[in-house]
């Protein structure tokens, strides 16, 4: 063969090569080619089983439930910048990559805490060039959004603006908080909830037997010991799976051949005692808890409130009840009740167990001996009420923002003027004789029960 058609020949393999690659690379998305090549790495279970279409999605049915404004837009292709937020193994990140793998589009998937400014301008250049070249759009998939300062989420503005890339968040955090606004304001928020026991008892029971879970250990787990790794993952699928892995994985063959989980193992592997008390008499319990800090019996609160944390209830059910109770029972009765259960509550999150059980201790006592109303619960039912059924919610004008009108309104009575308080009308005039709130007779509220009076009379 002549030398320069040698080296035609050489060049056109070349090329082919080359262009080859950058198939394989696009394709690929954020993977190199060295984790392409060391695919034989063990992937957790809850990596393993995590579902590629939304038939095959686990819960979360007020997003994705048929006939959802979600799964409508995911299915017509038409859903633009989103976020996802929600408590860990909901399934958020598994949504994204749902949404980007079932559209006709290129996705790229980053971690906000190990990627900044320099990997966004190369996905965004790429999406650029992807888009101008090939027609296709690209989905930029980024795992703890929250994570991006403002720097870091200001580069991304111009691409999600222009259509250049399609963003989708993941977020333990409400971004509404956590996030730069201009992120924020130019995506739909979509809330995801804590699974239900029944929804991550079916992921598991699926597990078990699919060929990329752990059906070839033939693994024997009764409907029991699924029902205590769904209690004590608390609506965290991934938690769940990981330790279902690690009993089955940790657990030797008995005399059948199979790996038979029980409930002891079950308890070291997601390291949370078995309840016990079955799971209607656990209900019954925190009811009674419940209505002995409402009838104001503190021992018999402190009982039910240890016999729940000896089953193995978990603590902040408890503070977060006492806190509830405290604005719901108490309320203005004795108002310093409600600062007294949050403190508890933030002593508890701080201290952990065992000492965090005595400001516990110390909050369910003061609240079930303060004096009871339910006045606050009663008045804002009220105003919900009226807030939704009311149409004339016109501000009296005396009470509107006098900046920035052409036209200066007076009227207004500055109450300090008249000795900090002065007959005047707030409510707009459809509602305008309406009361919500009535205090009660015990407690602080008793003041002020007399103090309107007094106010009334004066007027």
Known sequence: MPYETARQVERTIIFKIIAKTRRVWYSVNTMDLFDCMQNNTPRPLSVRMRPDSLDNFVGQRHLVGEGTLLRRAIQADRLGSCIFYGPPGTGKTTLANIIAKSTNA???????????????????????????????????????????????????????????????????????????????????????????????????????????????YRPKVSDEVLRHFAWAAAGDLRTALNALELAVLTTPLNADGEVEVTMAIAEQSIQKPALSIDESMYYDIISAFIKSMRGSDADAALYWAERLLEAGCDPMLIARRVVIHAAEDVGMANPQALVVAVSALTAFQNLGLPEGRIPLAEAIIYVSESSKSNSVVTALDMATEAATKTKDDNVPLYLRDPNYKVERVSGYKYPHDFGGWVEQQYLPDSLKDARFYTPGHNGEEATLVRAKDIKRNKG
Not at 145 to 158: I, M, P, Y
Not at 164 to 189: H, L, Q, Y
């Open 106 to 216: 290129h996705y790229e998937q980053l971690n906000a805490v190990s990627s900044g400014v320099a990997d966004a301008k190369r996905v965004i250049d790429e999406a650029k060039d992807r888009l101008r070249l090939y027609g296709k759009r690209t989905y930029l998939v980024l795992d703890e959004c929250h994570r991006w300062n403002k720097a870091q989420s200001d580069c991304v503005l111009g691409a999600m603006e222009a259509g250049d890339i399609i963003f989708i968040g993941s977020t333990t955090e409400n971004p509404f908080v956590s996030m730069t606004k201009a992120i924020v304001s130019r995506c739909r928020v979509f809330e995801l909830k804590s699974l239900s026991d029944e929804d991550v008892i079916c992921a598991m029971r699926r597990a078990l037997t699919a060929p990329q879970g752990l059906a070839e």
